[in-house]
T-cell receptor
């Protein structure tokens, strides 16, 4: 079964600093990978997804992620953090043929400080 | 506005008292799913439905029931709630069945069982 590991349950960065949220996956077949963001008291919103096209995926709000098969990673980055980026971020994986089922990581809470 | 709605948003109940959490989408989506979110565990799938009258178990189905009599609605039923079902519940839907399709999430229902 596929799984996702997010390193760091809490990450704190200064406003304007680089954001790096880590995600490693375990899958027996090339997976589809997603990053979702959850703002306080809201549902999940899709940031970006990898579906075997370009390995560097650009998403909303200036976020991007790079699929690295050799490292089984799909880390999320943003060059310059903004206060509005403070939220919880979830990496998720979906194996082809599993009828849309998403397996989520445990989440990383991003704090942005002045 | 295209959306997934859930009701109620907050619910406090007692052990054993049957309850239903409703989920409705107005996007004519085929696929619908229920997840629960618990601290340190991320989101885990409870049940999913690929179309009307087609439902199947996810990773944590025990203690839950679902039905899909209409395309737009996918209620989650707890016949005899227990304290370990205290959680944040999300309904999600997607246009088609398959990992390529983005899932849209509702705002969540926070359930407390005492």
């Amino acid at each position: 079964a596929q799984s996702v590991t997010q390193l760091g349950s809490h990450v704190s960065v200064s406003e304007g600093a680089l954001v790096l949220l880590r995600c490693n996956y375990s899958s027996s077949v090339p997976p589809y990978l997603f990053w979702y963001v959850q703002y306080p008291n809201q549902g999940l919103q899709l940031l970006l997804k990898y579906t075997s096209a370009a390995t560097l995926v650009k998403g909303i709000n200036g976020f991007e992620a790079e699929f690295k098969k050799s490292e089984t990673s799909f880390h999320l980055t943003k060059p310059s953090a903004h206060m509005s980026d403070a939220a919880e971020y979830f990496c998720a994986v979906s194996d082809p043929g599993t009828a849309s089922k998403l397996t989520f990581g445990t989440g990383t809470r991003l704090q942005v400080t002045l | 506005e295209a959306q997934v709605t859930q009701n109620p948003r907050y619910l406090i109940t007692v052990t054993g008292k049957k309850l239903t959490v409703t989920c409705s989408q107005n996007m004519n989506h085929e696929y619908m799913s229920w997840y629960r979110q618990d601290p340190g565990l991320g989101l885990r799938q409870i049940y999913y439905s690929m179309n009307v009258e087609v439902t199947d178990k996810g990773d944590v189905p025990e203690g839950y029931k679902v039905s899909r009599k209409e395309k737009r609605n996918f209620p989650l039923i707890l016949e005899s709630p227990s304290p370990n079902q205290t959680s944040l519940y999300f309904c999600a839907s997607s246009l088609g069945v398959g990992e390529y399709y983005e899932q849209y999430f509702g705002p969540g229902t926070r359930l407390t069982v005492t």
